[in-house]
C-alpha cells in the first residue's frame, strides 16, 4: 500500500500509554482534571486525522519519509511509537469493535506548546507532520502468544555525522495497556469520551466522517532517552524509529544497521524522516 491508501482512515492517537512519558513531554499538567478508572492507564484519545472534514484536522498528514517542521518558533519533538492499521465495526451508531491487522513503526511528532486547549492542536499542521512506515507486519492475533510478543521499538536521531538513541529500546508489550485489554479501552473510549479540557468527541467525529470502515491509531509514545528529552527536532535531522523482532536482532545490531543505513533487513519495520523547514 501507499501512503495516500490511508486517505479515507480516520486516525486517532492515545496518550499516557507509556509510563513516565507525559511527564519528560511535560504535558502531565494538561491532564490533571482527566478522571480515569485506572491511574496508571491511558488518560485519553485524540483526533489527528478526520477525513473529509474541513480544519486543520481535514488535512493528511502522513508521510514515510519527511518530517516539515510548522512555520514558526515552535519547539517539535518526535513521537516514537506503534502505529496499529484497524478494521472498525459499528453497531447501533457506536464502535461495537475494533480490529488491529497490521503495525508498523509510527512517528507521532508533537508540537510543545504550553496552553493548548486540546491536544489535537499539537498533533496535526499539516502535510508530513505524522510518519507511518510503509513496511506494515501483518498481525496473527492481537493478544499474548501472538507475532507482538516478540517485538520492540527503538529510536534514534543522527545530527550532522552523530547518531543518538532518541528513545529507549523497549518491548511492545511495556505499554500499560495492549491486546485485549486496549481494544476494549479504546472501543469504550471513543464511544464516551466528551468535550471536555484537553479531550474531544471522538464519537462525533466518526459520524461526521460517515462511519469510516478503518482507522490507523498510534497507541502512545515510549519513553525518551536523556538526549531525546533535551533536544528538539532540527532542519537537517534524520528521525530513524525501528521496530524489530528480537528474536531475529539484538539492540546492538539494529545500532549497527542504522550507523550503516541499512534498512532493508527481514523482520523490521523502518520509518526514516528526513527533518526540513516549511516552504
Known amino acids: 500500500m501507499s501512503l495516500s491508501d490511508y486517505k479515507k482512515h480516520i486516525g486517532f492517537g492515545i496518550a499516557g500509554n507509556f509510563a513516565l ?32 472534514m474541513a480544519g486543520q484536522l481535514g488535512e493528511f498528514p502522513l508521510c514515510s519519509h519527511t518530517i516539515t517542521l510548522p512555520s514558526g518558533k515552535v519547539n517539535v519533538q ?23 491487522t497490521h503495525f508498523a513503526a509510527y512517528n507521532d511528532c508533537s508540537i510543545r506548546k504550553a496552553g493548548a486547549k486540546k491536544i489535537s492542536e499539537k498533533k496535526n ?49 511495556g505499554y500499560s495497556y495492549f491486546y485485549d485489554k ?4 479504546m472501543k469504550n473510549q471513543i464511544n464516551t469520551q466528551q468535550d471536555k479540557g484537553p479531550l474531544e468527541p471522538l464519537l462525533e467525529y466518526i459520524e ?22 533535551s533536544n528538539f527536532l532540527k532542519a537537517g535531522d ?32 523502518y520509518l526514516v524522516k528526513r527533518v526540513v523547514h516549511s516552504e
Open 21 to 52: 512519558h507525559l511527564e519528560q513531554a511535560g504535558e502531565l499538567e494538561d491532564f490533571k482534571d482527566v478522571e480515569t478508572e485506572d491511574e496508571n492507564g491511558p488518560k485519553g484519545m485524540f483526533p489527528f486525522y478526520l477525513p473529509g
Open 78 to 100: 518526535a513521537e516514537p511509537e506503534v502505529g496499529l492499521i484497524c478494521t472498525l465495526s459499528y453497531e447501533d451508531g457506536k464502535v461495537s469493535a475494533i480490529q488491529p
Open 125 to 173: 499542521w499539516g502535510a508530513s507532520s505524522k510518519g507511518l512506515s510503509k513496511q506494515l507486519i501483518a498481525i496473527d492475533k492481537f493478544e499474548q502468544g501472538g507475532v507482538m510478543d516478540r517485538w520492540r521499538i527503538a529510536s534514534f536521531l543522527r545530527r550532522e555525522e552523530n547518531l543518538m538513541r532518541y528513545g529507549e529500546d523497549v518491548e511492545l508489550s
Open 182 to 185: 486496549l481494544c476494549q479501552w
Open 208 to 229: 461526521a466522517c460517515h462511519y469510516p470502515e478503518h482507522a490507523v491509531i498510534s497507541i502512545g509514545a515510549t519513553r525518551y532517552t536523556p538526549f531525546g528529552e
Open 238 to 269: 534524520e528521525v530513524v524509529i525501528v521496530l524489530y523482532d528480537a528474536e531475529l536482532h539484538s539492540q546492538s545490531s539494529v545500532m549497527e544497521d542504522v550507523i550503516a543505513a541499512n534498512y532493508s533487513k527481514e523482520g523490521v519495520s
